[in-house]
């Protein structure tokens, strides 16, 4: 039987057991891919599962151990990676058929970054088709199974990695977020989701991306392994351009230092226009605690918000010019969700791109002029809790929203415009609806401020009525 | 703004030869519906004072 009581731990929990020997990589690792194969048939969180790979990588983590050469925090802990995330000799799909057979020859940066600090990579996990989504129901590899609720979505497009940091299979995944993929199955699982700045992390092998606003962000099980996890991945890549060569702090450093006199920012236009009651009443609460933990209450207003959807007419042509040569050669490869909402890319013009772009560079200069008013923003993750998978439409005071394919993008209304103006923003849960399904509370800071998000996050943690609760399907049971 | 079934189909087949249907072209529909609803929005927009961003800076420490 595996020791399933580590796999409920979180980093900050199993890291000094790892370095002082009470526990060892071998178990950790076994454990996790022990119930990663259990609950494959329940979430179908996985597309591959690394066994021999990942026992081998913990074989050496142990020997390493034995020679006194710890590596940090990261050092033996079982994590796993959405499957857009080039892996060297292991197949990666990017959830898709056109790419069903491809190997990498090259991990990723941020695999390298998390090899290298002794994570154990235990499996490739599921995703939309092509990241290009927000249910991570995927039309060849099967939908992924929301551990609190399995007719739910975990969200997406890292919709795998969610599940599997909310089940306890993995103590943290790697996902990507073009337009809310990481923070929205952070919300819709339970867990936290960090997209930093954009310019933070590499994002060199992840792969059929978008040319405008994609990040590689972590999934974890507290704001404190958020931390942890970004000080691996963080820092300038020499071969990525998208990078920006500004020093790292050390993140752990904001952890537990209050929020008394910070100023907290309450948009009051968009972010809370379009809202499930429950995710309001929830969300409402966390910013009364904040009040209530020392935060200055400010509202702000955003007027350019307004115009945030003209960002999807970059995204379409962005979209469409990904695709070109695969939808040339793989037409019948593709899901229906994919291929129709990426065809009509086909008919935006130059100039309405080139409006887009302006309209962005507007948006961006508003938000930092907020941003040098208030320390942090407050603001909804989700306007709905996780649609069951079988849902197409949503429903909204009277309002029908698509949930995918063409026409869709409600479920991301909150989450997109920070990829679109860079700025770093963190999901954390704040409770649950009245179905017990987790809803998220989304903080926003400054340019390359990740360490003040922290800090926000951390102290909000500590009070968020989501602390002790656990979804229905996890390790163990 | 409108277009026309016909007009959408040869555009669609001028991509890679993609040959769509009446009831494809209404599954693509929507994605253009957000297309022209956004640049209708933008019409009254000025933008005249929207600067391209900066993109490219010196290391730390050089002059």
């Known amino acids: 039987m595996p020791n399933v009581d580590v796999l409920r731990m979180t980093i900050s929990e199993l890291s000094p057991k790892i370095q002082n020997k009470e526990i060892s990589p071998l178990e950790a690792t076994e454990a996790a891919l022990t119930e990663a194969a259990r609950l494959q048939p329940t979430l179908n969180s996985f597309i591959t599962l690394m ?76 995703l939309e088709e092509f990241a290009a989504g927000a249910t991570s129901n995927n039309p060849h590899y099967g939908p992924v199974h929301n551990p609190w609720g399995l007719d739910h979505v975990p969200g997406g497009s890292s919709g795998g990695g969610g599940a599997n940091v ?101 948009p009051s236009n968009h972010f809370f226009d379009m809202l499930d009651s429950d995710v309001e009443t929830a969300v409402r609460a966390s910013i009364a605690s904040l009040e209530e933990l020392g935060a200055d209450l400010q509202d702000v207003n955003l007027p350019t918000m307004e115009y945030i959807g003209a960002m999807r007419i970059s995204a379409m042509a962005d979209g469409v010019v990904t695709h070109e040569e695969f939808l040339k050669n793989h037409r019948g490869d593709y899901g229906p969700d994919v291929f129709y909402r990426t065809i009509p890319g086909q008919f935006v013009l130059g100039r309405d791109y080139s409006k887009s772009l302006k309209v962005q560079r507007l948006i961006q200069e508003e938000y930092l002029r907020v941003m040098q008013q208030v320390d942090f923003l407050v603001t909804p993750t989700a306007p709905v809790p996780a649609p069951r998978i079988d849902a197409t439409y949503i429903d909204i005071n009277g309002e029908n929203h698509r949930v995918r394919g063409a026409g869709s993008g409600f479920i991301s209304r909150n989450t997109s415009p920070l990829n679109a103006v860079g700025l770093p923003a963190i999901s954390v849960p704040c409770g649950t609806n009245r179905a017990g399904l987790p809803i998220g509370v989304q903080f926003i800071s400054g340019p390359f401020n990740e360490g003040l998000l922290f800090q926000v996050a951390d102290s909000y943690e500590k009070v968020s009525p989501s602390q002790g609760l656990c979804p229905l399907v996890s390790v163990g049971q | 703004m409108s277009i026309s079934n016909e007009t959408l189909k040869a555009m669609i087949r001028d991509y890679n030869g993609v040959e769509l249907s009446d009831e494809e072209l209404s599954l693509v529909r929507p994605e253009l519906d957000i297309y022209f609803t956004e640049l209708e929005k933008l019409e009254f927009l000025d933008l005249s004072d929207s600067f391209s961003g900066r993109l490219m800076q010196l290391p730390d420490g050089s002059q």
């Open chain 1, 51 to 126: 066994y021999e790979s990942a026992m081998e990588q913990a074989r050496e983590s142990e020997q390493a151990l034995v020679r006194g050469e710890y590596r940090g925090p990261l050092h033996g802990v079982p994590i796993g990676l959405k499957d857009n995330l080039a892996t060297a000799g292991v197949t990666t799909t990017v959830g898709s058929k056109v790419l069903a057979n491809y190997v990498p020859e090259e991990d990723a940066e941020v695999v390298v970054r998390c090899r290298n600090a002794g994570a154990i990579i235990i499996g490739k996990e599921n």
């Open chain 1, 166 to 266: 909310a089940a306890g299979i993995t103590f943290a995944s790697l996902g990507t977020d073009l337009g809310g993929s990481v923070r929205l199955p952070g919300t819709f699982c339970g867990v936290v989701g960090l997209k930093q700045t954009y310019g933070r992390v590499s994002q060199r092998g992840l792969m059929v991306t978008s040319f405008n606003g994609d990040h590689i962000g972590p999934m974890t099980r507290s704001v404190a392994d958020s931390a942890l996890m970004l000080q691996v991945l963080a820092g300038n890549d020499p071969l990525d351009p998208s990078t920006v060569p500004v020093a790292v702090p050390d993140y752990s450093s904001f952890i537990g230092k209050g929020i008394k006199g910070l100023k907290m920012g309450v």
